[in-house]
């Protein structure tokens, strides 16, 4: 389905977006309308209270200390309330108290950062209320979702074109696959061996069209649109990663038009180059913004 023909009902037939494997194409393009007009409104200067008198939990169930400015800012730009909970785990047990304890709060929609999908799974189930997956090892979909929107804000279209993908399987990596196959694109993979999406996402990717594998990079980037990577794992020995750094000799087999998108954090100088990552080609800072723009359209047509 061509996104520019596609015709916008504001609404959603998700209750809650968990993966982007449970997302239909079409309320993926009503997340992507709704993040046009949004960000358009707020360039306009315009009022856009579509959460006032609602109350967002953030709720992160790991230990680590995740950003969430653009998820405050997108909630209180709506005129919404956000209350964070940080090591929600350590102050309120397991998912399944948090959960309960949550859906007594008169909270009306929730964002959870947690290791495991299934902890996801399981607050919404519990707490039934409107859940969004801010991150988990197994996906981000918040992320993947304004890549999309950043690609056709600058590309004017999705289906078509190619994105290739450089570096490790990571969440965005395993998201960007099965939302891009979704919108019509060409994915093509370059992994060291032994890094490649699992077989998980790949058996779900191949519901929805056809993508590469590959342990070649220059195959991956040969007439890419669309140049994307992200941090290397750790712990891991940097030298099988090396042939698959951005660079400019390497930039310079994808289209001439090529951009470049990194989800950030990045090394500057490790996964990419500085002449790249700085460079005009790079999307960095529109993806950033846009996360603020596509996080507003999923509360505003999630909680009504």
């Known amino acids: 389905m061509d996104i ?15 993966k982007l494997t449970d997302i239909s194409i079409e309320d993926i393009y009503e997340i992507l309308y709704s993040a046009k ?32 400015f653009s998820l405050e800012m997108s909630i209180r730009q709506m005129g919404g309330e956000c209350v964070y909970f940080s090591e929600a785990k350590e102050k309120y047990g397991s ?17 959870v950062f947690a290791n495991e999908q299934s902890e996801i799974e399981e607050f919404e189930r519990i707490s039934k209320i409107p859940t969004i997956t801010g991150l988990t090892s197994f996906s981000n979909p918040c992320q993947v979702l304004s890549d999309l929107f950043t690609i056709w804000e600058f590309k004017g279209k999705l289906s078509g074109l190619k994105i290739a993908y450089l570096g490790s399987d990571t969440n965005t990596a395993s998201s960007l696959l099965i939302g891009g196959v979704k919108c019509g694109m060409d994915i093509c993979f370059a992994c060291p061996k032994g890094f490649e999406p699992n077989n998980i996402i790949r058996e779900k990717a191949m519901q929805y069209g056809e993508y590469t594998i590959t342990n070649n990079p220059l195959e991956a980037i040969k007439n890419a649109d669309i140049v994307y990577t992200d941090k290397w794992p750790e712990n891991e020995n940097p030298d099988k990663f090396l042939p698959f750094r951005i660079n400019s000799e390497i930039f310079s087999k994808a289209k001439p038009d090529a951009l470049f998108m990194h989800p950030l954090p990045a090394k500057r100088g490790i996964e990419v180059t500085t002449e790249i990552i700085d460079g005009v080609c790079s999307l960095i800072y529109p993806q950033a913004e846009n996360k603020l723009h596509t996080e507003k359209a999923i509360f505003s047509l999630l909680i009504k």
């Not at 304890?101 to 929609?109: A, C, L, P, W």
């Open 95 to 111: 998912i399944l108290d948090t959960a309960n304890i949550i859906k007594n709060y008169g909270i009306d929609g929730a964002v």
């Open 37 to 68: 007009l949004l960000k358009n409104k707020l360039l306009a200067k315009e009022p856009h209270n579509n959460l006032k008198n609602k109350t967002i939990a953030i709720l992160n169930m790991t230990p680590s200390k995740k950003s969430v």
């Open 4 to 18: 520019n023909k596609f015709t916008p009902k504001n609404k959603l037939k998700n209750t809650s977006i968990k």
